[in-house]
């Protein structure tokens, strides 16, 4: 069972919603991620918090915008989207950004189709 | 810069057989090395990782991969594999020793084991 738990699972908008994902995550972790997958690639890194500040933001589109209320929320608020945004959503956690041998925990994902 | 190369996007077994599943990276430095996995519409799941040490890792669910720096590569293994072992596979490479390292994933291949 995974420790990082996403919602929702599925979640259908159109262009001109406004929707949020939702991240959370009781290990303790100080860092959370946001990545988007494509079928059957890789996921493709999309923000970082640590210590629930932002460090790194991978030139993504402002219509996707992250916030991290505190050290076990993670937030992926959704405006204005376009069809090609379509993926899964995945959520992530490590022990420590700087620490770089620590592995990811990966929540279930959130599946986004905008129409 | 640094890179990963899962040189089969398909992988093909019969159960009870061994599995090999390819993986060669580039990166300066120390290599951080991972494998996940991915069942179908879950997030990622971690394997094993390669920090220091022996070469031979071991992980979940009876995969092992060798690190092997003249080559430059970390094969997943698995003595006899089983028909709930089909998934997506994904290695990852971070740059060891820094501040922080970006996680650089390859492809993926995708095992399929018959019964």
């Known amino acids: 069972d995974t420790e990082v738990t996403q919602t929702p699972k599925h979640l259908v908008m159109g262009m001109t919603n406004k929707k949020s994902l939702k991240c959370e995550q009781h290990m303790g972790h100080r860092a959370m991620y946001w990545y988007k997958q494509k079928a059957k690639k890789p996921p493709e890194l999309m923000f970082v918090y640590s210590y629930e500040k932002l460090s790194i933001n991978e030139s993504v589109p402002s219509r996707f915008s992250p916030e991290c209320p505190n050290s076990s929320l993670l937030n992926l608020h959704l405006h204005a989207l376009q069809p090609e945004d379509s993926a899964l959503y995945l959520c992530?956690?490590?022990?420590?950004?700087?620490?770089?041998?620590?592995?990811?925990?990966f929540g279930e994902g959130s599946r986004l189709t905008v129409l | 810069a640094q890179s990963v190369a899962q040189p089969e996007d398909q992988v093909n077994v019969a159960e009870g057989n061994p599995l090999t599943v390819k993986c060669t990276y580039s990166?300066?430095?120390?290599?951080?090395l991972f494998w996940y996995v991915q069942y179908p519409n879950r997030g990622l799941q971690f394997l094993l990782k390669?920090?220091?040490?022996?070469?031979l890792v071991k992980g979940s669910y009876g995969f092992e991969a060798e690190f092997n720096k003249s080559q430059t590569s970390f094969h997943l293994k698995k003595p006899s594999a089983l028909v709930s072992d089909s998934a997506l596979y994904f290695c990852a490479v971070r740059r060891g020793g820094t501040s922080y390292g970006k996680l650089t994933f390859g492809q993926g291949t995708i095992l399929t084991v018959h019964p």
């Open positions: 390669y920090i220091t040490g022996d070469n």
């Open positions: 990166v300066s430095g120390n290599p951080y």
């Open positions: 992530a956690s490590s022990q420590d950004q700087l620490a770089s041998v620590g592995e990811l925990f």
